[in-house]
């Protein structure tokens, strides 16, 4: 009897094991499935998440362009400087060679070119309109009601004269100045220019000539070098090495000297 009950408990100790090791497989296959579950879960999270947001990028790029469109033409948000190549200077001095020969034309001739003009400018002012757009919408309001709006009346007494005398008086006073020194610039420019003659004919005469060629060339360097970081119009890297590769000003160790410092920076350089 003791035999068959130690029999009896092997036989169960053996059936609990295989039970055991028939659950662990299970166990662990479950578990893995669940693992996989919460990972397949997250990533299809992630990957929402990343669809989400490239579609909210996608919707974001046309407002954020149109915004930058915008703020081109707001007269209170300065636009940033753009840098000019070389073809784009070209146009521009295409440009400003044909606006040149005008200064003999009559006033009103002048002012019936687009190019050249600020005609162009006031087509494009938001300011200008707006102010077009309030003074007709009041106009019609008065010619319908027979009554002049409220806040009409107030702008007579209030300090729109006086601002608007101030802004009369700064506006032809900036205007005047603009053009004195643009003038005087202008000519200082043009005599610089005459002065480089008159050294070219001395020194061709005077001096061997690889030490007047030499010469010609460092004057040429100096003056459209002059024209470089007063703007971000006649920038370095296009308009003087452009001019020196055309012209054949510098050499190439000068050239590398000009670069080390950095000619955009102007009188600081």
Known sequence: QQQQQQQQQQQEQQQEQQQQQQEQPAAAAAAQRRISRSEGGEGQ??????SSSHCCLKRLKPIVKRVKDAARILPFIP?????YTWAE????????????????????EVLAHWDGTCLRFLA??????SCLVVYTAIRIVI???????????????????????????FL??????????????????MSCKGRIFDVAALSIVYLPKPTAMRLVRYMNAAHISGY???????PARTFFTQMNTDLGLLTEKEMARMNEMDLDQGGSC
């Open 45 to 50: 999270q992630a990957a929402s998440a990343d």
């Open 79 to 83: 636009a940033k400087a753009h840098e």
């Open 89 to 108: 200077l070209k146009e521009i001095e295409h440009r400003r060679r044909k606006v040149l020969p005008r200064v003999t034309n009559g006033f009103w």
């Open 124 to 129: 494009t002012d938001v300011l200008l309109w």
């Open 143 to 169: 010619r319908v009601s027979d009554k002049v709006p409220g806040f009409v009346d107030t702008l007579a007494t209030g300090n729109i004269t006086v601002v608007g005398g101030f802004l009369s008086f």
């Open 172 to 189: 032809v006073l900036y205007v005047n100045k603009s053009h004195a020194r643009y003038f005087e610039l202008y000519g200082l420019s």
């Open 228 to 234: 470089v970081g007063l703007n971000k119009t006649y």
